[in-house]
């Protein structure tokens, strides 16, 4: 028998096992402890209210024993000889697709310019204390992606995009926490995730995958407007049934590539900002209303902000994106002489940093200075700002930066607080770094969040610049029933890079959806 008990308990009942175990069985009127077992299904935090409290559902397994955590299995077939498509890119969108193909018979070949894991944590390193930028290897590009080493949440607001569940299901079977199953905002961390994404690896080339590291597409082979294949950069040409492209929103060069062989690509609204740092004991005292530090059992506390602005009569939004509470602020350049900043959290959330992006949503009709570029106007404006960061910031991976409220009132601060940012900061005056539409939006926004989050407008808060990657600024049409692309036969547009996905696990079902869709489209034939 089963019993869904539905509460809310105290942070330290809900996060004691023991303690937890107790009371819901108690709950549920269970008078002999030993009779049942239980099992959280939900959990959130509820901390509109002085006295913090956490919702909780579980269900209680009286006289039976607790089923699977998770009913996906590693049990894949092995597709060495099976029929080839190709993947290029291995983030989420290229591991999710990858390993659907395998289950549905055909051979993935993984095509990625960036190292694996190990070696790119070395890349890591030298951008952090060297400065240096490799263009292949960094936070966008290699093994798991742009989220493997910045952060790991898997948030989504994409309920309709596919099975939620079965992707967290097969990030627990490759070794995630179980906590993601019950927790409202599961995070894996950037810790942890680089283990995970490489045990993905590992069942795809347990059964015959192929996948190809610090390897780059030069080329694509389109004959007679079908995708057959691509040209790597030493000249050899990889062929298949068809190409899923995950490439990732920072993956410029495949932008040029598609434009010159006149490969339909459109120009999409996206967001550009700035991240912003608080101290991580600032944010929990406002969102916990604790006088002193959080306490022990309640994790660092985040939070969401929008504020609408007005600049030349154009209303845009600015919001908070990618908070990293008791995380770190990352340098997330992809080519020399740029400046670009993320964040990220460890799985502990454990540091003295709160960190945010706070980003004004840029639409098409803002963008009417940069016309000549087509497709690639926000590309190319994304990237004048990030070198115009990097210049003024003196040509390192320093970023530029600035109290908040002296960015506020138009001063440059005569110091910097303390930062998570390794390659360090440099104080400047930020409005010779941000377009004025940006700055003034952010101003506004800043005076308005002030109103909504007590002791969030202050000093003790610095801006670093710039966060613009927050989401392609191309998007690769395809059609909405096959997510073929709506000329090119063969390629199927994946994940954030192509504009259809925002974060890890809908890009991970975008993946599956492409890779079902690939192979429904050769039965069709």
Partial sequence: MQKTIKTTLRPEEAFTPELFEAIILKRANITNPKSAQVRALKRSIDARSRNVKVNIEAQVYINEELPPVISYKRDYPVVTNAEPVIIVGFGPAGMFAALRLIELGYKPIVIERGSDVQKRRRDLAAINKDHVVNPESNYCFGEGGAGTFSDGKLYTRSKKRG??????????????????LVDAHPHIGTNKLPKVVQEIRQSIMNAGGEIHFDTKVADFIIKEKRMRGVVLADGSKVE??????????SA???????????????AKPFALGVRI????????????????????FLPASSYALVHQTYHEGKQRGVF???MCPGGFIVPAATAPGEVV???????????AFANSGIVSAVELEDLTAYSKFGALAGMEF???????????????QAAPAQRMTDFVNGKVSSSLNDTSYRPGLLSVDMREVLPESIHLRLRDAFKGYAKKMKGYYTNEAQIVGVESRTSSPVRIPRDKDSLEHVEIKGLFPCGEGAGFAGGIVSAAMDG????????????RK
Wanted: charged residues 25%; glycine residues 8%; aromatic residues 2%.
């Fill in 163 to 180: 099975d939620i569940l079965r992707t967290l299901e097969i990030l627990v079977a490759h070794g995630a926490t179980e906590d993601i």
């Fill in 382 to 396: 994304q990237r004048e700002i990030e070198q115009r960061a990097c210049q003024i910031a003196g040509g390192t």
């Fill in 320 to 322: 908070s994106f990618c």
């Fill in 512 to 523: 599956e959806k492409c890779a079902e869709s690939l192979i429904a489209s050769l039965k």
């Fill in 277 to 296: 740092e608080h101290p991580q004991s600032l944010i929990d005292k406002i969102q916990y209303h604790c006088d002193t530090d959080r306490g022990e």
């Fill in 252 to 266: 410029r060069d495949i932008f040029h590539l598609l434009q010159r062989n006149e490969v339909l690509i459109e």
């Fill in 240 to 249: 298949g049934l068809g190409v899923i492209l995950a490439t990732g929103h």
């Fill in 341 to 351: 900043v993320n964040g990220m959290s460890p799985s502990r959330r454990d540091s």
